[in-house]
């Protein structure tokens, strides 16, 4: 295999283990073939030129990072209108919250453009290209404008959504043929495979020449489901550690007489926080014997704050949570406890650990780590319980965790309610079954299976 070019919106350095699994299990790949890491700065130059941006280079032992700035345009229109205000939204089934702003898509062409030129002038004849999410949707095919010929593959870390929502983003079309410009497109699991096979059977003339190829556009494409998971092995050492086992004693010392249910997750709508806080207040409503006990701890992390529909939410979770804690809490009891802030990595395994329940209740979720992380730090001899949203990729893998609609607040309630009176062996069973598939299908296996079908298929 040539070299390994990484693709993404972001760059992280992969010597820091703060970046997360992913960076972690992405600049492992590019260590072992030595690699270039390509993407945003994070930097924004005020009153910079559109489509133009000066190019960093960093070296992190064999892994090459190069990044580059965006001007303030590129990055309101192409950043936060197309990929946050259109595609993110669409793609997770929120049509009501997408910004069809016309001026939006300039933007998104020309960063692709831009990226597409600055890389072409890096690449060798055998690279390997892995591009990854919804920002970078036609890279691909501006490369192959320019006439490069290496093999290259997509990755969508969010949901496809079906043909009939898809087709409302105005560009649909130019979307979906730019993915034909990638010799393999992977999704995270088989629900998305299938609204792909469908778009394509409906919305182009393409043959679809198996279960997962099709061919359009005088090209080929390979398609696969292949479920993101975590670094479990990273994961347990983190949870060793000091900063963890800090936590979980913190925890258990101040909560050591109530049960604790945990959501921790972005601050985003896709993520059903009002839903999961009403399905609470239901608990404590219809199941009274949580009175005084059950305390939910919500962590919502910033982000995206200027974009309007971010800042709607977070006045929606405040009241939500104001009135479940005016209307139940006692002077020595608060109910949820909702903090709008990260945890620090390092901590997060020991407060996974702490809790009887885990609320992982996404509306649409590509995946969702933090169900898998869950499960990664629990103790096997007295585990807590997932409680799933039907609508995480996650639960095509994970059908041991109890899984929910949560737009059905009452049996999401009733559901919380089994969780916090498991008994221990169904727990353990449950968990073990979880575990072992956590383990199996982690990000290693992910990253290994993906090249693996990348490098199978006949370059262009
Ligand atoms: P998304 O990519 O939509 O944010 P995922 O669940 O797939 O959702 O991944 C989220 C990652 O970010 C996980 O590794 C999780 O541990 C981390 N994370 C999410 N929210 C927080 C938070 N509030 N504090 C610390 N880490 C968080």
Redesign the pocket.
């Known amino acids: 295999m040539g070299r390994l070019v990484v693709v993404s919106n972001r760059v992280a350095d992969p010597r820091k283990t703060a970046s ?2 992913l960076a972690v299990a992405l600049g492992q790949a590019l260590q072992a073939s030595g690699g270039l890491w390509f993407g945003w700065s994070g930097k924004v130059v005020e009153g910079g030129t559109p489509g133009e941006g000066d190019v960093h280079l960093q070296t992190a032992g064999p892994v090459q990072l190069a990044t580059v700035d965006l001007s303030r345009e590129d990055h309101d229109s192409y950043y936060l209108g197309y990929s946050n205000g259109v595609l993110w939204p669409v793609f997770h089934y929120r049509l009501d919250l997408a910004d069809f702003d016309a001026g939006f898509i300039g933007g998104y062409r020309r960063v692709n453009q831009m990226f597409a030129h600055k890389l072409a002038a890096m690449l060798r004849p055998d690279d390997v290209i892995w591009v990854h999410d919804y920002h970078l949707i036609p890279l691909a095919a501006e490369l192959r404008n320019m006439g490069c010929q290496q093999r290259m593959g997509f990755f969508l ?2 949901p496809l959504p079906p043909p009939l929502i898809l087709a409302a983003v105005p560009e649909h079309e130019w979307l979906m043929r730019s993915l034909f410009a990638y010799d393999l497109v992977g999704f995270q699991c088989e629900a998305d495979v299938a609204h792909f096979s469908r778009y394509v059977g409906t919305e182009t003339s393409a043959d679809i020449l198996g279960e997962h190829e099709f061919r359009a556009f005088g090209k080929t494409l390979q398609v696969q489901a292949f479920p ?1 998971g ?1 670094d479990v092995d990273e994961f347990a050492a983190l949870g060793r550690g000091r900063d963890a086992i800090d936590m979980y004693e913190q925890m258990r010392d101040e909560y050591s007489r109530r049960r604790l249910l945990l959501g ?3 601050m ?1 709508y ?2 059903g926080l009002p839903q999961r806080i009403k399905a609470f207040r239901q608990l404590l409503q219809n199941y009274p014997e949580n009175l005084g006990s059950a305390t939910l701890i919500q ?3 910033p ?1 995206r704050e200027s974009v309007d529909a971010y800042a709607a939410l977070r006045h929606e979770l405040e009241s939500l949570c104001g009135s479940v804690n005016g209307d139940f809490g006692e002077l020595d009891w608060m109910p949820v406890r909702y903090i709008h ?5 390092k901590r ?1 395994p020991g407060l996974y650990r702490a809790a009887c329940v885990a609320l992982v209740t996404p509306l649409r ?7 898998k ?1 869950f499960i990664a730090a629990q103790d096997p001899e007295d585990p807590g319980v997932l409680v799933l949203s039907r609508f995480a990729g996650a639960a095509e893998q994970m059908r041991d965790a109890l899984l929910v609609n949560p737009y059905d607040t009452t049996r999401t309630a009733e559901t919380m309610q089994r969780a916090l009176q498991m008994p221990l062996e169904e727990r353990q069973r449950r968990h073990q079954a979880l575990l072992q598939q956590v383990r199996e299908q982690d990000v290693h296996w992910w990253r290994q299976r993906f090249l693996n079908a990348l490098n199978a298929v006949s370059a262009s």
């Not at 802030?341 to 990595?345: H, K, L, M, P």
């Not at 979720?365 to 169900?371: E, F, T």
């Open positions: 997360g699994g870390h969010i993101i975590i921790v997750e972005r985003d896709s993520k962590i919502a992390a982000s802030r990260s945890v620090a990595r997060l979720d590509g995946m969702n780590l933090v169900a992380e």
